[in-house]
């Protein structure tokens, strides 16, 4: 029921921003509390609650404009990247070979889409933004390690921020830049959580003990 109040609100959302409508300031915070809860009512765990909800602390954030409040609202969605990142160490599979080939490709993704965006950044904005990327970039790489779903929620969750900083960069945007930054953004999140709530009762379940063999005496 909440999946389906969280769903039926994110179109409402994505509508509004195509219509331009007023709504969207109103539906926008609604959105994580809503993927939040029902993340608890299907018995998933509290810190991926918590990550989604610093995501909503930054969603409004970030709507009240102005540099200082964009900084306190790029920290929250860092907060929620620091509890994903924890929610892979627990639920997600070791590091292997194939991990440590795409941290080459994800940490060269990083490094160029700085140098680009760099130049065209203010001045107070570069290492902050610079330092959010990291981090969001160390999150989407260990989003690898637990689902398919999650890798692709950490793909669009690079996506939708690379659209966003772009936009700081005053780079030329796509027609309404915002719908297709919540489109991305919206759908890294729902499938970071789907994947964490298929990831964690396989990680969680108690392990067969290992079979030994008993030899009586007769």
Do not use: N
Not at 65 to 83: I, N, P, Q, Y
Not at 137 to 146: D, F, S, W
């Amino acid at each position: 029921m909440l999946q389906a109040a969280f769903l039926a609100v994110a179109v409402a959302h994505l509508c509004a921003l195509l219509a331009g409508s007023g709504v969207a300031p109103v539906t926008k915070p609604a959105l994580m509390p809503l993927l939040a809860a029902s993340v608890l009512a299907r018995g998933g765990p509290r810190l991926l609650a918590v990550a989604l909800l610093f995501g909503c602390g930054g969603d409004t954030l970030l709507g009240v404009g102005g540099d200082t409040v964009f900084l306190l609202g790029m920290g929250s969605f860092a907060a929620g990247h620091v509890c994903y990142l924890a929610l892979w160490a627990r639920h997600g599979s070791a590091p292997g070979r194939r991990t440590y080939g795409l941290a080459g490709a994800y940490a060269a993704a990083w490094l160029g889409t700085v140098a680009l965006l760099w130049p065209d950044l203010e001045a107070r904005l570069r290492i902050p933004v610079a330092l959010y990327s990291l981090l969001l970039t160390a999150m989407a790489l260990g989003a690898t390690r637990a689902r398919v779903a999650t890798a692709v929620g950490g793909l669009l969750f690079l996506l939708s921020d690379t659209l966003l900083a772009t936009g700081l960069a005053d780079w030329p945007q796509a027609p309404v830049p915002q719908f297709w930054v919540m489109l991305t953004y919206l759908g890294a999140q729902y499938l970071l959580a789907e994947g964490l709530l298929r990831a964690v009762p396989a990680s969680a379940a108690p392990k067969a003990p290992a079979y030994r063999e008993i030899r009586t005496t007769s």
